[in-house]
């Protein structure tokens, strides 16, 4: 297949490879193993082409400590084989856990984001608190923006909003001005799109109108073909931003129960800033499709088009 030939063409010139998915999340640990082990040999066939793993979010589901343990186990077992850096974010369903009736009266439980943190050489953010996290990636910055809830839950962003007394509304004013300040070109990563993509965050859209640096956003959530909760975007891969000209890449999910493939994509970054970006289908071992995104952006009319409508910004 041509995707398969723009793949090996693709290797010779990539300088830096990444292994990008998102949502293994069962409330079974046995069909969260059969889902990664389909994973983790097809990328064994390929030979582990990969320097880093970005991990989206949705790591473990549900409320059973026991299963929750399973689940961190296998996959720090999976991961840590690959002998690379692993970024994660956390995801609505990693925060399940904390809202059940289970262990309402304690603190938040985070099994899977704890492993991490313990793990030499994986990132996350630095409390379950905070809303992102940065990694340079050659020649880029990587800020990955996460799931957070305060230690008492009496706040908390997930399912892209956010509930109770968040007091944090100028993170994204602050977060904006910093990416801005990056003198290398941002990649965004997080387990929520931009609106314009599936399912899109309205806390991670105030960082409207995007700083002009931000070249690509990879996200999960959003299922692809899980007719349920995508409804008429299931099968919705590649978007852009609203009122900009960045594209977002959907990578859900690392499971063929609610998607009915087990999927993930391959990033590969150039010598000359560019990208490639190549979908994989895990069940049956091939590359659905390949997107190479262009290099050259046209600029926001988001701040030109709120004044025209009166508006001042979305929020």
């Known amino acids: 297949m041509i995707y398969e030939e723009l793949y090996r063409e693709s290797l010779k010139h990539a300088k830096q490879r990444i292994w990008i998915f998102s949502d293994l999340q069962q409330r079974d640990p046995e069909k969260a193993k059969e889902c990664l082990e389909i994973c ?24 059973n400590l026991e299963h929750l343990a399973r689940m961190s186990e296998m996959q720090e077992k999976a991961f840590a084989a690959v002998g690379v850096p ?9 925060l399940e856990c904390s809202f059940s009736r289970l262990h309402r009266e304690k603190e938040p439980i985070f099994p899977f984001y704890e492993t991490v943190k313990k793990h030499p050489g994986w990132h996350t953010t630095s409390s379950y608190e905070d809303w992102y996290f940065k990694v340079p990636v050659f020649g880029h910055t990587v800020y990955f923006l ?83 909760w995508a409804r008429q975007d299931a099968y919705r891969r590649i978007c852009w931003v609203d009122w900009h000209d960045v594209p977002q890449i959907n990578v ?53 088009e709120m004044k025209k409508r009166g508006q001042g910004n979305l929020f």
């Not at 962003?157 to 007091?167: A, F, I």
Request: contains cysteine.
């Open 86 to 94: 692993l970024c994660y974010v956390l995801g609505n369903h990693d």
């Open 40 to 63: 983790m040999a097809d990328f064994a066939k390929m030979g582990s082409p990969a320097d880093m793993i970005w991990y989206l979010g949705d790591g473990v589901e549900g409320a």
């Open 146 to 228: 996460s799931d957070h809830i305060a230690k008492d839950k009496s706040w908390v962003y997930y399912q892209g909003v956010v509930r109770g007394n968040y007091p944090h509304f100028d993170r994204a004013d602050r977060l904006r001005a910093e990416i801005a300040a990056e003198k290398n070109p941002v990649i965004t990563a997080s387990h929520y799109s931009y609106f314009g993509g599936n399912r899109g965050s309205e806390m991670q859209s105030r960082l409207f109108p995007l700083p002009k640096n931000l070249r690509i956003h990879f996200y999960g959530h959003a299922h692809i073909g899980d007719y349920t």
């Open 252 to 304: 859900s999910s690392f499971e063929h129960i609610r998607g009915k493939i087990c999927r993930s994509v391959f990033l590969h970054l150039y010598e000359d800033g560019t990208y490639g970006v190549f979908f994989r289908n895990h069940d049956s071992g091939v590359f659905s499709e390949c997107y190479f995104p262009s290099n050259h952006r046209d600029p926001s009319k988001y701040e030109e």
